[in-house]
C-alpha cells in the first residue's frame, strides 16, 4: 500500500470516527427531547381529562353527530 492509499485509509477512518460521534450525539438530544415531549404530552393529556370530567355532556349534540355519521354511511353505501 502506497502513501497516497494510506492518507485516504486514515482520513476514510478519522471521518467514519466523527460521523460515529455526531450520531451519538444527535441520538443523546433527540432522546432528550422525546422525554421533554412525553412529559408535556402526559401533563397536557391529564388536564384534558380532568376538564372533559368537569364538563357535561349535550346528549342533543351527540344524537345529532351519530345521526349525521349514520346518514353518511347509507350515502357511502349507496
Request: aromatic share 6%.
Amino acid at each position: 500500500m502506497n502513501i497516497m492509499e494510506q492518507n485516504q485509509q486514515e482520513n476514510r477512518l478519522n471521518a467514519a470516527t466523527e460521523f460515529q460521534k455526531s450520531l451519538d450525539q444527535l441520538e443523546d438530544i433527540l432522546q432528550e427531547d422525546t422525554e421533554d415531549e412525553t412529559l408535556v404530552l402526559d401533563s397536557d393529556s391529564m388536564a384534558t381529562d380532568i376538564e372533559e370530567a368537569n364538563t357535561p355532556i349535550d346528549l342533543a349534540a351527540w344524537e345529532d353527530a351519530v345521526a349525521d355519521i349514520e346518514r353518511y354511511f347509507e350515502e357511502k353505501g349507496k
